[in-house]
């Protein structure tokens, strides 16, 4: 298994507070992925990475910001938490984004 | 342009073989092929290339027609751990670069003893 984890695993915070989900990784990958899952949608991306303070928005950026300041951690904030960003957040990394990419566990956060 | 799988959902008795399609509306790179247990992340199943060949491990194979932009994957003698929802993720050539993959909004599938 591709060494990623995700922090926190499980978080419930109320609307209009920060939060911030960390992704990390042992396998030196080039490129990192935020996805968000939600039913009858499958994966969306979010934001992603193509190196050290290099991200690009992906489908569903609004709302959200990213962070990558070392090869191994890619940080994912939401300024201000609203009850639609509850969902299911996945991390992902791939060696170049023409190879698979590998998922974490994922982070359930409820927005309450 | 988000791929559409189909079906939706398939439930199958264990032995039973299934058939998991994926349909992109614009030229293919490649398809990435994921399954998903209930509560857990994605797990790769396997990658089609563009000019590729057919791959597979166990009983589980999949093809890549790039003229009609489809993908299916085979499940053969399907087992009760075969049970979950597989996803495509379907990769674009964008001046020699893939560019990111769309994920399809998956296939259920249940298999019961």
């Known amino acids: 298994d591709a060494g990623i984890t995700q922090s926190p695993r499980h978080k419930v915070t109320e609307t209009g507070t920060p939060v911030t989900l960390r992704c990390h990784q042992t396998e030196n990958h080039r490129y990192m992925y935020w996805y968000r899952q939600d039913p009858g949608h499958g994966l969306r991306l979010i934001h992603y990475s193509y190196g050290v303070k290099d991200t690009d928005k992906g489908e569903v950026s609004d709302g959200y910001s990213v962070s990558r300041s070392k090869t191994e951690d890619f940080l994912l904030t939401l300024e201000s938490a609203t009850s639609s960003q509850t969902s299911v957040y996945f991390c992902?990394?791939?060696?170049?984004?023409?190879?698979?990419?590998?998922f974490g566990p994922g982070t359930r956060l409820l927005v309450l | 342009q988000q791929p559409v799988q189909s079906p939706q959902a398939v439930i199958l008795r264990e032995g039973e073989d299934a058939v998991i399609n994926c349909s992109s509306s614009k030229a293919l790179y490649s398809v990435h092929w994921y399954r998903q247990k209930h509560g857990e992340a994605p797990v790769f199943l396997m990658i089609l290339l563009k000019g590729g060949e057919q791959k597979g491990h166990d009983k589980i194979s999949a093809s890549f027609n790039e003229k009609k932009q489809q993908s299916s994957l085979y499940l053969t003698a399907s087992q009760l751990s075969y049970s979950g929802t597989y996803f495509c993720?379907?990769?674009?050539?964008?001046?020699?670069?893939?560019?990111?993959?769309?994920f399809g909004k998956g296939t259920k599938l249940s298999v019961k003893p």
């Open positions: 993720g379907t990769g674009g050539n964008y001046g020699g670069s893939q560019g990111n993959l769309i």
């Open positions: 992902a990394i791939s060696g170049t984004d023409q190879e698979t990419q590998y």
